[in-house]
């Protein structure tokens, strides 16, 4: 399960940033097209941050949906299917959303 490993990566980086802060939640952006799963981070969430300063903080997790544009037609559509295709039939786009995986916020207390 790579989660845990997201997980811990997580929690190691907003301690390393914050040091001993007490912190009330973490807000993470987890795209639906980057291959995390959010109800796996969640539990991991709680194991990770035992015995941290993040111990029983609030995990947050905003899931934006895919989007791409094809390098055919220049379409802009929204897909939550990791395998896309455009409308006119075409497979080469370019993912310019859902695949974030990143730290949005933290909340010290």
Do not use: N
């Not at 991991?44 to 989007?67: H, K, M, S």
């Not at 929204?78 to 080469?92: K, V």
Request: some cysteine; hydrophobic content about 45%; proline content about 3%.
């Amino acid at each position: 399960m790579h989660e845990l490993a997201i997980t811990q990566s997580i929690v190691e980086a907003v301690v390393d940033r914050l040091g001993e802060a007490r912190i009330a939640s973490v807000r993470l952006e987890i795209g639906t097209l980057s291959g995390v799963v959010p109800d796996s981070v969640r539990f991991c969430f709680d194991l990770v941050t035992e015995g941290t300063t993040l111990a029983g903080a609030r995990l947050e997790i905003d899931q934006p949906g895919g989007r791409a544009r094809c390098r055919s037609c220049a379409e802009e559509f929204s897909s939550d299917d990791p395998i896309m295709l455009c409308a006119c039939g075409s497979a080469d786009l370019d993912v310019i959303a859902g695949q974030e995986l990143t730290i949005t916020a933290v909340e010290v207390v």
